[in-house]
């Protein structure tokens, strides 16, 4: 468990939600629940979860993410 923020702890960042949320495999909901908890505003509630789900999505080999013909 992760001791609780005191008042000389800066602001969450919107990133450091981000990363954390990458690292640890959060889904949709966890983040939105935090995000909540931090006072982040809906709509930039909604961007961390599309950053989330689209780096998440993405191909680590960049090579692996071109596309490919049949017969080739």
């Known amino acids: 468990m992760r001791p609780?923020?005191?008042i000389e702890d800066p602001?969450?960042?919107p990133s450091r939600l981000?990363?954390?949320?990458l690292v640890q495999r959060h889904g949709p909901r966890?983040?939105?629940r935090r995000a909540a908890r931090f006072g982040?505003?809906?709509?930039?509630?909604?961007?961390?979860?599309?950053a989330c789900?689209?780096?998440a999505l993405q191909?680590?080999?960049?090579?692996?993410?071109?596309l490919t013909t049949l017969g080739q």
């Open 11 to 13: 602001a969450p960042r």
């Open 18 to 21: 981000i990363a954390e949320a």
């Open 59 to 66: 191909p680590r080999d960049p090579a692996s993410s071109r």
């Open 40 to 50: 982040f505003s809906p709509r930039l509630t909604h961007v961390m979860v599309m």
């Open 53 to 55: 789900g689209a780096t």
């Open 4 to 6: 609780a923020m005191t």
């Open 30 to 32: 966890r983040i939105v």
